[in-house]
């Protein structure tokens, strides 16, 4: 045991002592070159903005950056680095970057993309690998998460280039600060607001058959209530394209047994990692309470729908129809529905120029609404 505990401080002192030579190596440099190497094409374009993000990082730090034209110098005198995989040596450090009097490099190997998202508005993501190498070779590396994933959305603009300009800052924030630089402040994921409105578009879509159902091992990922006077049950549950994200519709009834013993009624929907075996998140569209007034249906969630593959969730009650973002884990909007239906069926499609979901009854439509900006966002 006590040769076990010397081991394991041992191992605590090698890691401290890690991260102390990082943060030894950068206070000691003075001068330092910023390469970018795009891996795409869309980041060729933001090459400029990375490279300026980072340079005010480094100067922020009390570092002076070796100017741009002299640092596409040193890229075009050293053409190994443009490999992520090249393994820096003190002597190709002298032989390469001596004549340009800098004792440190901050190479970015940088990864980005955009695509159309809802309402006709644009998402982005960018993912960076950034080495921080002094003249003595020592690196500090490391790579961003992939975003567009829960708790690390991407970055949405009403421009493709807003939104991946703001990708790649936030990049290359989390990549500076995970090498030891302190980021003053860091940007932050932008987001648009969506609103839902009662549409006139005309569609022939006929709704089908009942999707297919998650399985009860799956359901059972869910954390659904059961109590002795306080039970919840899956009432409908939706499978996004990509097979690794679920959503499951819990109603919720309790038991009061005051004076007056009564029944109070809610839902909740429960978001699902399949992958992970895991519950993601967990929106509520009806609190456990007495019907509130102008409430006429049911608080049950009768249907729920993925959009986008999984990143946003619909889900329709017998007063509301909901849309979430997945990503942020928010509501972005909510809208009461007229007719109170007791069974309904949600149907995801884009007609025209419009995101529009679809309320349905058998294999009628029954209620058609079109996700749109804000009017908050209408100047950007």
Known sequence: MRLLLIKCLALVCISCASWATAATNIAMMDKVAVLIYPQSGIASGLQRSAQTRLENILLDNGLTVLDQDKANELKDVWKQLEDPGFLITAESFVENAGQYDVDGLLVLYLTADSANGLANTFTATAQADLRFVGADAKVKATTTSPMGAPGNPASDGVTAAAAVVNAVQRAVDIAASSVGL????????????????????????????????????????????????????ATCSVKALSGSVAA????????????????????????????????????ETASVSKRAQGEYGTSQVLDCDFIYNWRYLAAVTGNYLFLWDIERGQELAKISIPDAPKKASLLYKRIGDQDVLLIGYKKDVIGVYSIVRSREDASQ
């Open 182 to 233: 302190e980021v003053v402040d860091f940007a932050k994921p932008r987001s648009i607001n969506f609103s839902l409105e009662p549409s006139d578009v005309t569609t022939t879509v006929r709704f089908g058959k009942p999707r297919e159902q998650l399985t009860k091992d799956e359901i059972a990922l869910a954390s659904l209530k059961d109590e002795t006077w306080l039970k919840e049950s």
């Open 248 to 283: 499951v519709a819990g109603y919720i009834r309790d038991t009061d047994l005051g004076r007056q013993p009564q029944r109070l009624y809610g839902s909740v929907v429960h978001v699902l990692a399949l992958d992970e075996k895991k519950e993601l998140n967990a929106f």
